[in-house]
């Protein structure tokens, strides 16, 4: 569970980052990360729950990761 952030590890290069709740409602986008070896994400907006985040290569649209993690209370 995580409460606050989330830190992916890369490298990532040129990829789309998407959070979706599990009804499968889009809850976050990052569009075109350039080439970084750490990403960040805040998650203090999102609400508690559990989310599938997904990384996609934002040339061939790809889904090259999927991952599900819990939003927990603070």
Do not use: W
Not at 37 to 56: A, E, K, P, S, T
């Amino acid at each position: 569970p995580t409460s606050s952030s989330i830190t992916l590890s890369g490298p990532f290069r040129n990829c789309h980052i998407e959070i979706f709740d599990l009804r499968g409602c889009e809850i976050l986008k990052i569009k075109n990360v350039p080439f970084v070896d750490r990403l960040n994400i805040d998650l203090r907006l999102i609400q508690q729950g559990v989310y599938l985040m997904r990384l996609i290569d934002a040339k061939s649209g790809e889904i090259k990761a999927t991952e599900k993690f819990i939003r927990s209370a603070e």
